[in-house]
């Protein structure tokens, strides 16, 4: 509808990253991009982040993809720090989407949510 390569794919490392240090989680989240960025483009599948992950993870997985590269691509990857071309609001903003799908849900369904509330916890890993 919007026409972004955005895929809605999801992709999985099973591991804790909170029992990770901070070495071993850029170790891993390079290796991402190491084993197969084949299919990481910007016009076609473009990374994001999602829960475990915050926008250093991102930045690691954005400078791995254009060391392989041999040039700079951030564009390949989004929800980057601020000084790598990141979006203000980008860490949240999958839980704001969240909260307006079931705002408006709640309208269609004519459902009351008064008095109900919400956590959204996107404090990142560290």
């Not at 076609?44 to 041999?70: G, L, R």
């Not at 979006?87 to 008095?115: D, M, N, Q």
């Amino acid at each position: 509808m919007a026409r972004v390569p955005f895929s809605g794919g999801k992709g999985a490392v099973a591991c804790n990253p909170r029992q990770m240090s901070k070495k071993e989680l850029e170790r891993l989240s390079r290796a991402v991009h190491t084993s197969d960025c084949s299919h990481f483009r910007t016009e076609k599948d473009i990374p994001a982040p999602d829960i475990n992950t915050n926008a250093q993870v991102m930045a690691w997985m954005a400078d791995e993809y254009s060391k392989i590269q041999q040039y700079n691509n951030f564009g390949v990857i989004t929800g980057k720090p601020l000084d790598m071309g990141g979006c203000v609001g980008r860490e949240t903003a999958t839980a704001r989407g969240v909260l307006y799908a079931i705002r408006e849900a709640a309208k269609v369904k004519r459902i009351s949510l008064r008095g109900a509330t919400c956590y959204f916890c996107c404090t990142g890993l560290w």
